[in-house]
């Protein structure tokens, strides 16, 4: 069975700083997806990642994806009050058509 | 439509009743989801469809959920007999390989 972890859960962080996230997960897979979700709304697509290596940037986030490791990281530069949310990774299993989520991140950004 | 339109937005149901929640995919996208998230952030898969077709219903509690989705159709969620444990927010999803959208999620609360 898939298992996705995300670390850490809570991220407390002044404006400014930079940190990353880290998303593990278990078996074999090319395809890792990163959201937003805001309270009481609906997930955002961040980006979706679809090979080894792959690296996407938008604004001051940026996603990479290292499937030999079955490690995403999604990091963050110069943080902004604005991109307080919560964060979640999610796989999907090859063939499968359905993601398996972590947990999600919970961002918290102090100005 | 270029938007997953879920309906309604909050649903409130006494224990034992019936529940149906609604959800027009984005036109053209071949695959829908159902993701069951509880208050602890969790994302549980329910059921995915290709087309009209059932692809994988392997998280579906199928003694009191059924889901379907007909041509011409929104797609529909339903839940009979409900349990508090039901309570929860129910986001429908679609996609166009590889990349899924998802709709605003119906709210469920059982009292």
């Known amino acids: 069975e898939l298992k996705v972890e995300q670390n850490p859960l809570f991220l407390s962080m002044q404006e400014g700083k930079n940190y990353t996230i880290y998303c593990n997960y278990s078996?074999?897979?090319?395809?890792l997806y990163w959201y937003r979700q805001d309270p009481g709304k609906s997930l955002e697509s961040l980006f979706v990642?679809?090979?080894?290596?792959a690296v996407k940037q938008e604004g001051r986030l940026m996603a990479s994806l290292d499937t030999k490791a079955r490690l995403s990281t999604l990091h963050i530069t110069a943080a902004v009050h604005d991109l307080s949310a919560t964060y979640f990774c999610?796989?999907?299993?090859?063939?499968?058509?359905?993601?398996?989520f972590g947990q999600g991140t919970r961002l918290t950004i102090n100005p | 439509g270029e938007e997953v339109a879920q309906t309604p937005k909050h649903l409130v149901r006494g224990e034992g009743q019936k529940a149906k929640l609604y959800c027009a995919p984005i036109?053209?996208?071949?695959?829908v989801f159902w993701y069951q998230q509880v208050l602890k952030n969790e994302f549980k898969f329910l059921i995915s469809?290709?087309?009209?077709?059932?692809?994988?219903e392997t998280g579906m509690p199928k003694e009191r959920f059924s889901a379907k989705c007909l041509p011409n159709s929104p797609c529909s969620l339903e839940i009979q007999a409900t349990k508090l444990e039901d309570s929860a927010v129910y986001f429908c999803?679609?996609?166009?390989?590889?990349?899924?959208?998802f709709g605003q999620g119906t709210r469920l609360t059982v009292v």
């Open positions: 999803a679609s996609s166009l390989d590889p990349e899924a959208f």
């Open positions: 078996t074999t897979s090319d395809r």
């Open positions: 990642l679809l090979s080894n290596g």
């Open positions: 999610a796989v999907d299993v090859a063939g499968a058509q359905k993601l398996v």
């Open positions: 036109k053209g996208h071949s695959y």
């Open positions: 469809f290709q087309n009209e077709n059932v692809f994988d």
